[in-house]
């Protein structure tokens, strides 16, 4: 992206002193993610494989448009292994299709809800932060996101 600058002219005093312009430079402009859902509430159930470094979960999301009608949701998932997605409707769970990048998964409605409508979402899944190279930055050391510490007894 590429930055912004701006400039404006100081006005003259009663005295007549010279006019200056002023110019700042402005940071890159950096848009908020636009936001096609309102999480409501999130519900984790979660056990652990200490030995792989894996968190074995089930999130139960409620959530409801958040203005426009929407019949597809994605939710964030680095290095998840997806189990499967259900849409929980009268304590009755119905399979959802689903893709997933390994970045994030994409969640088919199967029809356009509104914003007066809320969902209840259950998804399961194996988190897997270690099974992919951790990208740094300069100001965040890591992306992994969860870091699990494991103290063995040899150690």
């Known amino acids: 992206m590429v930055g912004c600058r701006s400039s404006y002219q100081a006005s003259s005093n009663a005295a007549g002193a010279e006019e200056a312009i002023v110019e700042i430079d402005l940071p890159p402009y950096q848009p908020a993610s636009p936001r096609f859902f309102d999480i409501l509430h999130t519900r984790l159930d979660l056990e652990f494989d200490w030995e792989n470094k894996w968190v074995i979960g089930q999130a139960d999301i409620t959530l409801k448009p958040y203005f426009y009608p929407q019949n597809q949701l994605m939710l964030d998932a680095k ?51 270690y099974e992919q190279a951790a990208q740094t930055g300069q100001a965040v050391t890591s992306d992994r996101g969860l870091f699990i510490w494991c103290r063995h007894p040899e150690a």
Do not use: W
């Open 79 to 129: 290095s998840f292994e997806i189990i499967g997605c259900d849409l929980v409707e009268q304590s009755a769970a119905v399979p959802l299709e689903f893709q997933y990048d390994g970045e994030a998964v994409y969640i088919n409605l199967e029809k356009d809800y509104k914003r007066s409508d809320t969902l209840l979402i259950r998804m399961r899944y194996i988190a897997k932060p």
